[in-house]
């Protein structure tokens, strides 16, 4: 009976390291997906905001102007201040806040990226910045985070967001499903 119970409990601890090890992968995968998850800048509609990187030098915004702003989000993103790129942000911008400024200060794209000097505007985590410069920032590396490749590299073109039906998806994702297009 002793030799039964010891080989027993052999067997019931190998079966316990495998289910542990299961658990612990399945507990990890689900960690890498929140990870993922609170990696994601943007969520007004409930997708989690990360810290800052250090990647982007923000630029100084000449003014309060909304042009002004996104002037400097397209340098911050490497993008040219083209017509086309302006009226197209131009255009987005009030499919987040209706109106300039923007209800959260310093982000009219609803961004919850955290910086240095920003807070919490609201329960999904969007965030009020200290400064437009700090705004801009957090919107161009909003933008480069990963999830939007077609939108930053249409903007570091020069053309525009305006009647490219490619980046419906994406635009789809920043928006947590509210918008496919914003001109």
């Known amino acids: 009976m002793a030799r039964y119970r010891r080989r027993y409990r052999h067997v019931m ?5 495998g289910r542990d090890a299961r ?24 997708r989690g905001g ?5 990647q982007m030098a923000a630029v100084h915004v000449a003014g309060g102007s909304e042009t002004a702003f996104i002037t400097a989000v397209l340098a911050d993103l490497g993008a040219p201040g083209s017509q086309a ?6 255009s987005w911008f009030p499919h987040e806040f209706s109106s300039w400024p923007p209800g959260a200060a310093w982000n009219p794209m609803a961004s919850t990226m955290q910086m240095p000097g920003s807070a919490t505007y609201n329960s999904a985590g969007v965030q009020d910045y200290a400064s437009a410069a700090e705004g801009a920032q957090a919107t161009a590396l909003t933008l480069a985070d990963g999830y ?17 039906t490619a980046i419906a998806a994406e635009l789809l994702t920043w928006s947590g499903n509210g918008y496919s297009g914003v001109c």
């Open 13 to 17: 601890r190998r079966r316990m390291r």
């Open 23 to 46: 658990l612990a992968s399945s507990a990890v995968a689900a960690g890498l997906v929140l990870a993922v998850i609170a990696g994601h800048a943007h969520t007004p509609s409930g």
């Open 50 to 54: 990360r810290a800052a990187g250090t």
């Open 85 to 90: 790129n302006i009226t197209s942000l131009v």
């Open 148 to 164: 939007y490749p077609l939108i930053v590299a249409r903007l570091r073109s020069g053309r525009g967001l305006c009647g490219d």
